[in-house]
């Protein structure tokens, strides 16, 4: 975003051709500058010497009047194309023919300083949690925009929570956040059971992530993150799974439990937990208060979250 004076921009709702009858009028909106003037196409290589004939070659003004939204690019392009070279192709429209591409001159000049965002997930994620992801994303995107106010329910929940948190042993320590009875809860011990032997199958052939994860579950042991159980202990089985790092300098392999594990028709831990407020938009509060003084300190607490203990009641859920 340049940091110029605003200007007039349109941002037609529809479009309205010859061939069609719909009709719709553009909105008009001030709005600052988001993009650049196109290039001009220089008389050697403009695509009309070889029979085309460009809809604007960017000679006759300096400035983007109309921004067509994605949603409407089916109904502007005609589907005809043709390359000039490497870089630049035409594309057939209804106002005429257009360029795509880049200038074969084209250098890093002439980048303007904007900044975009791609979000990237995997084909086979379900759509609920692509859904989940987007809104993640966007409410990061927000911080400092949208209205953190928090509604009666989170407020609740920060009660209860700082109310259950107590410091034990030079660690904090706190209850879980139960939003159903425990007792809704199943132990899902088939399906973690079968969950590991997958896991151990697939260690027998990596070595190197075998004895990471075996100095992970050490250590976990020493610090009073987990702990042994007997064979008739009873709650809910979480299982579990490595991510590999090999780029990272320290904590190569992590073991990550998966607290969404149920069987079909149960409920899992998280169904059972509640989610709590957002907390993000107090990063921007500490961003912002850091900036405040000339010198700062920061500190990182090594495996944060493990740090945290179970209340003993909650233990054996």
Known sequence: MQNSAPHKSFFPTGLQHSSTSNKAVPAQSSAPLIVHPPPVIHSSKNPGNEGFELSDSGASSGRVDILIGNGYLSAVLTG?????????????SVFGWTLSGRDGEFNER????????????SSDESEENLSEGIRAMWEIESLGICDSEKSESDKEVIERFEKNLKFVDNRYETG????????DLSDNFDLARRQFNKVRKELKNDTFVKEQLMEVIKYQKEHNIIQECGENEKGYFMP???VVRKDKLSTQVRMVFNCSSCAKGNLSLNDCLDQGPNLNPSVLDIILGFRKFKIGFYGDIEKAFLMIGIAEDDKSI
């Open 110 to 121: 002439t980048v303007g300083k904007e900044s975009a965002g791609l979000f990237i997930r």
């Open 176 to 183: 879980l956040l139960w939003k159903r009875d425990a007792g």
């Open 80 to 92: 005809r194309t043709h390359r000039l070279n490497n870089c630049l192709m035409l594309c057939d």
């Open 240 to 242: 579990f799974r490595a």
